[in-house]
């Protein structure tokens, strides 16, 4: 499978969900599509410092709060989200070779980057990540935002 089997709902929702993060100031490092060929399927990676400053299991919390306030497409669920920090190494190997700031995206089928078979649509893969401060100013607000939105 490549990257042209997304569904162009999917692919929509993806720029939809990063929109929403953005608009939230979640202020992600990066979104994009990932073909998981192990998996045979598709899985939405956000690279977020709130991983590392909060950790997933609250940054999942705050995303189910938005998925259900924001009309992602049924198609389109918190299980297909894998949350990424942006000291991982896949989101390294991704962003040194790929930096894309919005504004589109950029389409990946069947290529090889260090051994690993890789399919994907980029949104936004950024290398340049915020320090400690700046990572919990990001979280505060984000935060509150989604609260602020949850409570609306």
Not at 122 to 136: F, G, H, L, M, N
Request: hydrophobic residues 45%; aromatic residues 8%.
């Amino acid at each position: 499978m490549a990257a042209q089997d997304l569904p162009i709902d999917l692919i929509d929702a993806g720029a939809a969900v990063l929109a929403a993060t953005d608009a939230l100031a979640m202020q992600a490092q990066g979104a994009m599509w990932i073909f998981d060929h192990s998996l045979g399927d598709w899985r939405y990676y956000l690279v977020t410092s709130l991983v590392d400053t909060i950790g997933r299991r609250k940054t999942y919390k705050l995303l189910i709060d938005i998925f259900e306030k924001i009309g992602v497409p049924e198609s389109m669920t918190i299980d297909d989200v894998h949350l990424g920090s942006p000291s991982d190494p896949f989101f390294k190997m991704i962003s040194s070779i790929a930096r894309i700031d919005g504004g589109g995206n950029v389409v990946f089928q069947n290529c090889i980057l260090n051994g690993i078979i890789f399919d994907g649509i980029i949104y936004r893969s950024v290398k340049t990540t915020p320090d400690q401060k700046e990572a919990e100013r990001i979280e505060k607000k984000f935060s509150k935002r989604v609260k602020d939105m949850v409570r609306a």
